[in-house]
C-alpha cells in the first residue's frame, strides 16, 4: 500500500478525512445513541430501505469517479495518466460496485420501501433476516471497498475468470477482496430474495389477489425469483474458485482436470440473469410512474404481467451468448442467439403498453415522468443493438470490442439507473416526508441524459473501427483519439449531471416543500393512501382490497374513507423488535472475510466464531416482539389528521 502512488493517497487522506469528521459530529452532536437505536438496529423495512438507497448513492459516486478515471486515461492516445496496473484495477472495482454494489442495493431499496406498502401489509415476511441481508450487503460492500486501502484491488476485471485468477498468475490479495467480498454480500441478497417472494405471496391485504397487484409488486416477484436461482451459481462458483486459491484444488485450473470454461458457464448462468434481476424492477417503476403521470390505468395489464413473468423465464436461457466466440458449436450457438433474440419480444410487449397508455393520456412531466421519457430511446438504441450481439455471426465481429462496452451501458444506465432515480424521485416523499427540487432536478436529468449519448454513441464507431474493450492505451495512428476525446466529455457532463442530484438534494432539505397530503401525485396504488412519511406500523388497520388501483378508485368514487383509519377497528399491533445482532453478525462476517483475505485463520475462525454465536442466541431468543396498544395508535393516526 505504500508504493501504490498519488491517486491512492489523496484517495486514502480523504477517506481519513471523512470517517474523521462523521465520528466527530457523532460525537459533538451526541447523536450515538440515536444511530444506534433508529438505525443500526432497526428492522424496520422502511429504515432499511433507506439505507440501501444511501448506500447505493455512496457507490453510484465511488463507481462514478472510476469511470472518469478511465475515461480520462483513454481520452488521448499514448496517454499514462494511470500505470496499466492501476488501470486493470479501476476498471474492475468499477464494474463490480456499479453491478452489485450500486444497482442491486438500488432496487433492494425501493423493494423494501414500496413493496409491503402496496401489497397492505405492516412488514416483510422476516424482518430479522431483512436486515440481516441488509448487513451483509453492507459489510460485503466495505470489504471489497477496503481493497483500494490495504493491499490492492482485484485487476482481473469483474468477471474474475481464471486462469487470469488463478493463484499463480494473480498472487495478491485483491482477487480474495472481490471474491469475499462479493461472496458475502450474495449470500444477503439470496435471503432478500426469499423474504420478497414470501411477503408477496403469504402478508397480501384481504382481497389483494395476484392480479390485483401493482405492476411494481409484479416486477419484484420476478427479479426475486430470478436472484433465488441465479445466485446460488455466483456462489459456487466463487467458493470453488476460493478453494482453488486458498486449498489448492484444481476446479478451473489448467492442470489436474480443472477448466476454465466452467466457471464462465457458471459466472454467466448467474451473469446474464443479473441484467433481468436489475431490469425487472426498473419495468415495474415505469409501469407505475406512466399511470400515475398520464391519469390512465395502464394499457395491458395482463399482458404486461406475462411478459414480465416470461422474461424471467426465458433470461436463463441466455447466458451462454457471452462466448459465442469459444468455439461451443453452431448448434449451442444457435440455440442461444435464438433465445437471446426472444427477450426482445416481451420487452417489446411493454414498451408498446406504455407508449398506450401515454396515448391521449393527460400527460404530466414532472421528473420521475422525464426520466421515464429518457428511458424509451435509450432502451430502443439499446435493444437493437443488443439484437445485433445476439446474431452469432454479428457477434464474431463485435465481441469484447468498444461497440459491446456502448451496448451494455446503453442497457444498464438507460434502463437500470434511469428507472432507479425515477422511483427514487417517485417515492422520495413517501420516504421523507418532502419533495425534491423540481428545477435542479431537470437541470440534472438534461446533463446527465446529454452527457450520456455524447459519451456513449462513439463508443459503437469506435467498436466498428475495431477498438478493444480493457486497452489500457492505444497508438495514435489507430485514428481512435477524436472519438474518444467525445466520449471522455460526455463522461464529465454525466459527473456534473449526478452533482446536481446531490445539489438537488441538499437544496431540498434546506428548503422544503413538505408533503402534508400524502398522496402529491395524485396517484393509483395504495401507499399513497398513507400519510408521509409513513408511520412505523404502516396501516393502523389492515384494507380490504376490492380491485385493482384501488386507492385511484376509491378517489375517483369519493370512498376513500373506507380506506382510512376508524377509531373503532384500531386494535393493539404486534411488531418485531429491534436487535443489533443482525449488524454484530455482519461485522463477525467482515472480520471472518478480512481474516480468508489475508490468510490469517485465526482472525478468521474468530469471525465465524461470532456468526454462530449470533446464530445460536437467536435460535435461543422468545421474546422478538412488543405490542403497540390501540390508545397509542389512535393517537398516533389522530396527530396524522387521519381520524
Known amino acids: ?45 422502511k429504515k432499511i430501505g433507506i439505507m440501501y438507497l444511501i448506500a447505493a448513492l455512496l457507490m453510484f459516486f465511488r463507481g462514478g469517479v472510476d469511470a472518469l ?70 459489510f460485503g460492500a466495505m470489504l471489497f471497498n477496503l481493497s483500494f486501502v490495504f493491499g490492492g484491488s482485484p485487476d482481473a476485471g469483474w468477471t474474475s475468470y481464471p486462469p487470469l485468477t488463478e493463484l499463480g498468475f494473480d498472487p495478491g490479495p485483491g482477487e480474495n477482496y472481490y471474491l469475499l467480498g462479493v461472496q458475502i454480500s450474495g449470500i444477503g441478497s439470496i435471503a432478500t430474495g426469499i423474504n420478497f417472494i414470501a411477503t408477496i405471496l403469504k402478508m397480501r391485504a384481504p382481497g389483494m389477489k395476484l392480479m390485483r397487484m401493482p405492476l411494481f409488486t409484479w416486477s419484484t416477484l420476478g427479479s426475486c425469483l430470478i436472484i433465488i436461482f441465479a445466485f446460488p451459481a455466483l456462489s459456487v462458483s466463487l467458493a470453488l474458485l476460493m478453494l482453488d486459491r486458498v486449498v489448492g484444488t484444481h476446479f478451473f485450473t489448467m492442470m489436474h482436470g480443472g477448466n476454465p470454461m466452467m466457471f464462465i458457464n457458471l459466472f454467466w448462468v448467474w451473469g446474464h440473469p443479473e441484467v433481468y434481476i436489475v431490469v425487472l424492477p426498473a419495468f415495474g417503476v415505469y409501469s407505475e410512474v406512466v399511470a400515475t403521470f398520464t391519469r390512465k390505468r395502464i394499457f395491458g395489464y395482463s399482458s404486461m404481467v406475462a ?43 411493454k414498451v408498446f403498453n406504455w407508449l398506450f397508455t401515454m396515448f391521449r393520456g393527460r400527460i404530466r412531466v414532472t421528473l420521475p415522468m422525464l426520466w421515464t421519457l429518457g428511458f424509451i430511446p435509450n432502451f430502443a438504441i439499446g435493444g437493437a443493438t443488443g439484437i445485433m450481439l445476439a446474431a452469432a455471426p454479428g457477434d464474431y465481429q463485435y465481441h469484447n470490442s468498444y461497440f459491446l462496452i456502448a451496448h451494455f451501458h446503453q442497457m444498464l444506465i438507460g434502463g437500470v439507473v434511469n428507472g432507479m432515480l425515477a422511483g427514487m424521485y417517485y417515492w422520495w416523499p413517501k420516504m421523507f416526508g418532502f419533495r425534491l427540487n423540481e428545477r435542479l432536478g431537470k437541470w440534472a436529468f438534461w446533463i446527465f441524459n446529454i452527457g450520456f449519448y455524447i459519451c456513449f454513441l462513439p463508443q459503437y464507431a469506435l467498436g466498428f473501427e475495431g477498438m478493444q474493450r480493457r486497452m489500457y492505451t492505444y497508438p495514435t495512428d489507430m485514428g481512435w483519439g477524436s472519438l474518444n476525446f467525445v466520449s471522455t466529455i460526455g463522461a464529465y457532463l454525466m459527473g456534473v449531471g449526478f452533482l446536481f442530484i446531490v445539489w438537488q438534494v441538499l437544496y431540498s432539505l434546506f428548503h422544503m416543500e413538505r408533503d402534508t397530503t400524502g398522496d402529491p401525485w395524485d396517484a393509483r396504488t395504495l401507499e399513497w393512501s398513507l400519510p ?75 469471525g465465524l466464531a461470532g456468526v454462530a454465536l449470533c446464530m445460536i442466541l437467536r435460535a435461543l431468543e422468545d421474546q422478538d416482539e412488543y405490542v403497540i396498544p390501540a390508545e397509542e395508535v389512535r393517537e398516533t393516526e389522530s396527530a396524522l389528521g387521519r381520524l
Open 1 to 45: 500500500m505504500w508504493n501504490e502512488g498519488y491517486l491512492i493517497w489523496i484517495s486514502d487522506a480523504l477517506i481519513v478525512l471523512v470517517v474523521v469528521g462523521i465520528v466527530g459530529a457523532l460525537t459533538y452532536l451526541k447523536k450515538w445513541r440515536w444511530l444506534w437505536d433508529n438505525w443500526l438496529t432497526t428492522v424496520d423495512h
Open 69 to 138: 478515471l478511465l475515461r480520462t486515461q483513454l481520452a488521448q492516445p499514448g496517454e499514462h495518466f494511470l500505470d496499466a496496473e492501476h488501470y486493470d484495477q479501476i476498471f474492475t472495482t468499477h464494474g463490480t460496485i456499479m453491478i452489485l454494489f450500486m444497482a442491486m442495493p438500488f432496487l433492494f431499496a425501493l423493494f423494501n420501501i414500496v413493496v409491503p406498502l402496496q401489497i397492505g401489509a405492516r412488514d416483510v415476511a422476516f424482518p430479522y433476516l431483512n436486515a440481516i441481508s441488509f448487513w451483509l450487503f453492507f
Open 532 to 606: 408521509s412519511p409513513v408511520p412505523h406500523y404502516n396501516f393502523a388497520v389492515i384494507p380490504t382490497i376490492t380491485e385493482r388501483d384501488v386507492w385511484w378508485a376509491a378517489k375517483q368514487r369519493g370512498t376513500t374513507d373506507l380506506l382510512t383509519t376508524s377509531t373503532e377497528d384500531i386494535k393493539e399491533i404486534h411488531m418485531p423488535k429491534n436487535s443489533g445482532r443482525p449488524f454484530i453478525m455482519g461485522l463477525a462476517f467482515f472480520v471472518a472475510g478480512f481474516g480468508f483475505v489475508f490468510n490469517w485463520y485465526i482472525l478468521a475462525v474468530i
Open 307 to 349: 411478459s414480465l413473468m416470461l422474461i424471467t423465464v426465458i433470461s436463463y436461457f441466455v447466458w451462454a451468448h457471452h462466448f459465442f466466440t469459444m468455439g461451443a458449436g453452431a448448434d449451442v450457438n444457435t440455440f442461444f442467439a435464438v433465445a437471446s433474440m426472444a427477450v426482445g419480444i416481451p420487452t417489446g410487449v
